[in-house]
T-cell receptor
């Protein structure tokens, strides 16, 4: 089954404690992206990757890092989380940036 | 930077009625996509429009891309309870970014 998986689905952490949210897709997609969703603000792109070792900033990259060492994986790293990073995070992938994006189930992160 | 606005933010619809949600971009788009997110779920792709003035239909849903490729609309006829959710448009201008609108949250009154 074609899918995008994210782990963990829920995470409560404290300010400053480094964390990683994993994202994996099994569709051999080149393009992967991370979004955060906040009430009234829709989906805002954090980072995206056009292919292995190719990443670029989206609209809200501050406080986040990503890496793309393998085509199927695109982890999101928060080196020092802060409460304003409390949000719902989605990973997405597509064949190219022109095609439909497949979204993961989401990760709800709370930073206290 | 590119901005994509959606109106209305909320839409309360009586079951059986029609409604339209609108998407406006600050820049000319190369294409626009529409997604639906059910409560508690993740966005799911509905359709992509590429050509100026393009109109596409999916059952009770009609999608339109403006002539200037800066706006789009989604019209739903005979609304059903299964239409509940948030509808997002997402536009791509020059470059690699896909910018999402804030979404229209649809609530259906039976």
């Amino acid at each position: 089954e074609a899918q995008v998986t994210q782990n963990p689905r829920y995470l409560i952490t404290v300010t400053g404690k480094k964390l990683t949210v994993t994202c994996s897709q099994n569709m051999n997609h080149e393009y992967m992206s991370w979004y955060r969703q906040d009430p009234g603000l829709g989906l805002r792109q954090i980072y995206y990757s056009m292919n292995v070792e190719v990443t670029d900033k989206g609209d809200v990259p501050e406080g986040y890092k990503v890496s793309r060492k393998e085509k199927r994986n695109f982890p999101l790293i928060l080196e020092s989380p802060s409460p304003n990073q409390t949000s719902l995070y989605f990973c997405a992938s597509s064949g190219t940036r022109e095609y439909e994006q497949y979204f993961g189930p989401g990760t709800r992160l709370t930073v206290t | 930077g590119q901005q994509v606005m959606q109106i209305p933010q909320y839409q309360h619809v009586q079951e059986g009625e029609d409604f339209t949600t609108y998407c406006n971009s600050s820049t000319t788009l190369s294409n626009i996509q529409w997604y639906k997110q059910r409560p508690g779920g993740h966005p799911v792709f509905l359709i992509q429009l590429v050509k100026s003035g393009e109109v596409k239909k999916q059952k009770r849903l009609t999608f339109q891309f403006g002539e200037a490729k800066k706006n789009s609309s989604l019209h739903i006829t005979a609304t059903q309870t299964t239409d509940v959710g948030t509808y997002f448009c997402a536009g791509k201008a020059a470059g690699n970014k896909l910018t999402f609108g804030g979404g229209t949250r649809v609530l259906v009154k039976p």
